[in-house]
């Protein structure tokens, strides 16, 4: 049986719960005191369900008409007929039928008259007795929508843009697909708030970039900001796809006999070159941050090595200098939901967010700590803003050292040349579990044991220079807090969780749509050192990302490899080290020849942020000596990356 919660606890209260809300409308007294949460006063089992066409005004497939996208919407029918409107929370995603959504990979079903029975995920049982509306949108060429799926591009943001227009009274839509019987959105005030994991969570990125009036909010969940980013790491490719054969992944099949030229397309604007293409300035939110009027609730998964840890960090810097407002949670996961790590406290947290920036509640969410951070499984510290207002970025230098290829770290300047060779076959794991042994594929450099915790906070920059022996060659930067510790395994297939037997609920059920889902734990792992950021790019991108090239063999090439964002205390007693090495096996690919490398150590320093910057770091190092290398040993770690299909979804 599933086990009780707050929410369905209080379904024992809801006639309770109406009689206080009506209360709220006639004591004078109680009307001037502001409701601070919104309570499942309303019923599900006899909400509204129905679906409307809005025309996205586009004609993607080239059929003659605009496409028009599918709406599937679930309302509390008690407001409508008490003359008062709702807010909405949406998710638009490609996934409700191909895929599935969620840890248990729900999909949409319908009844006979095509009215949604199931909607994947809670948000629908939870937030419609709660007084709000919920849609879940199909992208264009997806489930029931017309159109094309172009990945993040035009169509597909315009498709989830015209629902909000709709909502707001300034687009059209339709009883059905290709009929002409109107529907308008009179039931609603046109608030919403958008929400998604992976391609949804960047399809709310990309509709925010557009500034279109009526979004109030999003909530993205392991997003990407930037389609190039998620192919490309600075020139280097991180997969052997492309968008092409991701819209075949998830189109409709319809979508399948009409689209080809649309697939062409995304195939011939995205050259595995590395090249920055129109295609990518197309689907780059980043750029157009300035645009967003809506505020941020962001969630990442610091190992997420599908949607990387760079997507989040620039996002959000991004958003900062333009003054967005912003909340953040970061766990050690891989690409995983919070509702799947850290439920109860989630399903609370999304409940005050809404309320505040749906409802107006003030219910003190926007004055509480800006971030929420994991630093050990299942505990949680917050940071009042993010990253710490003394964060810094601290520039160290890597030193040879006794021996070849293990060096040292500090705040000095140093002279000297380090070279390894690249070796496709091996990977991040590989370096880090060989750091204080001389091996040809890596240059590692190590800190003296620390004296004091030392916090990273935010994102870094690594530049190397290098001499290459051919003429292409694929860098990788890495900081690793070398010493012991339980981590989450986010390299295990569900990076970082156990999914359990027994359920909890949230919110209401029906025969078609339970509020049931699987519990989950944390999996763990042992382990002697801890990747904590990691950089890519390819050499020839030295100079413009939009143009690479051949290099030339003998010269010497400097480069600034973009490290992801990340929150991490190394802590005393540990060690923390870079690693500069090739290919990073499963992570990216490796370039046409196979290089031999030698860095430049007085020009290569990495750009570490610290809370407290170089000062920091100095009373950790007890002035920033890099102290003497480790003995030599072979470490334990997580298992290697897999290599995985490059799917941004879960």
């Not at 079903?109 to 709000?132: I, K, S």
């Not at 280097?236 to 649309?262: I, K």
């Not at 996002?315 to 939901?337: E, F």
């Not at 570490?608 to 003995?631: D, E, I, Y």
Request: aromatic share 8%; hydrophobic share 35%; glycine share 10%.
């Amino acid at each position: 049986m599933p086990k009780r919660t707050r929410s369905t606890i209080r379904r024992t209260l809801v006639s309770a719960a109406v009689a206080a809300l009506t209360a709220v409308f006639v004591t004078p007294a109680a009307a001037q005191a502001a409701p601070r949460e919104s309570r499942p006063v309303y019923s599900y089992a006899d909400a509204v369900r129905e679906s409307v066409w809005v025309d996205t005004g586009l004609d993607e497939d080239g059929d003659g008409r605009t496409d028009r996208v599918a709406a599937d919407i679930v309302r509390p029918a008690e407001p409508a007929r008490q003359g008062r409107k709702v807010p909405v929370i949406m998710d638009a995603s490609p996934y409700y039928s191909c895929c599935g959504r969620g840890n248990e990979s729900q999909r949409k079903t319908y009844d006979a008259q095509g009215r949604v029975v199931q909607m994947p995920l809670f948000y629908d049982n939870y937030f419609v007795p709660r007084g709000y509306a919920f849609i879940g949108v199909d992208l264009t060429g997806t489930n029931r929508s017309a159109g094309c799926v172009d990945v993040g591009g035009r169509s597909e943001i315009q498709s989830a843009k015209a629902v909000i227009d709709w909502l707001n009274g300034r687009a059209r839509a339709y009883t059905s697909r290709t009929g002409d019987t109107p529907v308008t959105a009179g039931w609603t005030n046109g608030r919403t708030g958008m929400i998604g994991k992976s391609w949804d969570g960047t399809i709310a990125n990309g509709v925010a970039a557009t500034g279109v009036k009526g979004l109030r909010t999003i909530v993205p969940i392991g997003a990407i900001s930037s389609w190039y980013d998620y192919y490309f790491a600075q020139g280097a490719p991180l997969y052997d796809g492309g968008p092409d054969e991701l819209a075949g992944y998830v189109e409709s099949a319809d979508a399948r006999a009409h689209c080809a030229a649309v697939r062409q397309k995304l195939a011939d604007g995205s050259p595995r070159s590395g090249d920055w293409t129109p295609l990518w300035t197309e689907r780059d939110y980043v750029e157009d941050a300035a645009q967003v009027r809506a505020s941020v609730f962001l969630v990442h998964g610091m190992q997420d090595l599908n949607v990387r840890a760079k997507h989040f960090g620039q996002w959000w810097d991004a958003l900062g200098r333009n003054g967005v407002r912003r909340k953040i949670w970061l766990s050690q996961t891989g690409h995983v939901d919070p509702f799947d790590f850290r439920r109860g406290a989630w399903v609370d947290t999304l409940h005050r967010w809404f309320d505040h920036e749906l409802l107006g509640y003030d219910n003190g969410i926007d004055r509480e700590p800006m971030a929420d951070i994991e630093r050990h499984p299942d505990q949680w510290v917050t940071s009042t803003v993010w990253p710490p207002r003394s964060t810094r970025a601290a520039v160290l230098h890597p030193a040879a050292g006794s021996r070849a290829g293990v060096g040292t770290l500090g705040l000095r300047p140093a002279a000297g040349t380090e070279t390894f060779t690249d070796d496709p076959s091996l990977s991040e794991t590989d370096w880090a579990a060989h750091l204080t042994t001389s091996t040809p594929e890596k240059a590692g450099f190590l800190t003296a044991p620390l004296r004091r915790d030392l916090r990273l906070a935010g994102s870094g920059q690594v530049t190397v220079t290098v001499t290459p022996t051919t003429g292409s060659a694929h860098l990788s930067a890495v900081l690793v807090d070398v010493g012991p510790d339980t981590i989450r395994d986010y390299a295990d297939r569900a990076e970082g969780i156990t999914t359990l037997a027994d359920r909890t609920c949230w919110g209401e059920s029906t025969a078609g749509d339970s509020a049931c889902f699987k519990e989950t734990a944390a999996k763990t792992a042992a382990v002697d050192y801890t990747v904590v950021s990691r950089g890519w790019a390819d050499l020839g991108h030295y100079a413009w990302p939009a143009a690479g090239g051949p290099l030339t063999p003998g010269r010497a090439y400097t480069i600034t490899l973009d490290l992801a964002a990340t929150d991490h205390v190394v802590p005393a007693g540990h060690r923390l080290a870079l690693i500069v090495a090739g290919t990073d096996k499963d992570l990216i690919d490796p370039p046409s020849t196979r290089p031999t490398l030698t860095v430049d150590l007085s020009r290569t320093t990495a750009k570490v942020p610290l809370v407290g910057g170089a000062a920091a770091f100095a009373r950790a190092t007890s002035g920033g000596g890099g102290g003497g290398a480790p003995a030599p040993a072979v470490l334990d770690g997580v298992r290697a990356p897999g290599a995985t299909r490059h799917v941004p979804t879960g």
